[in-house]
């Protein structure tokens, strides 16, 4: 237990290094007071996650933490991990770029409400947590595994991926930048490839899994799609 709790907490900072990274560097300095936010709003609040998941659920944090590229079972999947790790960390970089190049002036009573955005879709993404114990890193499914259709899965097939969405696209304008926004739209298209095949995949190995889709008609997003 304590091998995977070091695990995840070396996994987080290794992400907030790469944040800080992609942030500080292209900016070229370190007086960014939105970065600043956006990084302890974003970094407590999965510190927080992690720390729920150590002491309620030890067996989803270990399915967590084998995210990424080079971790999924299919080559295809692979690929998409790899092309959504790049566009993630674009829109960090790209923003950064805009602050220290002065695109975009975003009022600062607009840069809360985007870091209440990143907040509320992690909390998303926490109660995705809470309600399904297998909600892994990758493409998986168990044999113990049992269908999900409580919680925010009664709204949509994918509300892991809604909190992702809501978080990364409060991201940029939380950042300052307005014209990140732009660096949303690759990474969204390759989250819906994702989580497209996704649903092939658990239509064919998850019991029950067709017909939950007959009856909750949405997939990202409430009453659109």
């Given at each position: 237990m304590k091998d995977l709790n070091n695990k995840a907490l070396g996994g987080l900072l290794s992400l907030i290094i790469i944040l ?206």
């Amino acid at each position: 237990m304590k091998d995977l709790n070091n695990k995840a907490l070396g996994g987080l900072l290794s992400l907030i290094i790469i944040l800080v990274t992609s942030l500080f560097l292209p900016a070229r300095t370190l007086n960014y007071w939105q970065a600043w936010i956006f990084l302890a709003v974003f970094s407590v609040s999965v510190l927080a996650i992690t720390i729920y998941l150590m002491k309620k659920d030890p067996k989803l944090l270990e399915r967590r933490v084998k995210a990424g590229p080079g971790a999924e079972k299919q080559k295809l999947q692979n690929v998409i991990q790899f092309l959504a790790s790049i566009a993630f960390i674009a829109i960090f970089v790209f923003s950064a770029l805009d602050h220290r190049l002065g695109w975009s002036k975003v009022p600062v009573c607009v840069v809360a409400l985007e870091d209440a955005l990143v907040l509320l879709g992690l909390l998303i993404v926490f109660f995705v947590f809470k309600v399904n114990t297998f909600s892994s890193g990758i493409i998986e499914v168990k044999s113990e595994q049992k269908l999900i259709s409580t919680g925010p899965y009664a709204f949509v097939h994918h509300p892991m991926y809604m909190g992702a969405f809501i978080m990364l696209l409060g991201a940029p304008v939380a950042l300052g930048s307005w014209w990140g926004l732009f660096t949303f739209i690759p990474l969204s298209l390759v989250i819906v490839w994702r989580l497209l095949d996704e649903e092939k995949f658990l239509a064919k190995n998850l019991s029950g899994y067709s017909e939950y889709q007959k009856k909750v008609r949405y997939r990202l997003v409430p009453f659109i799609w």
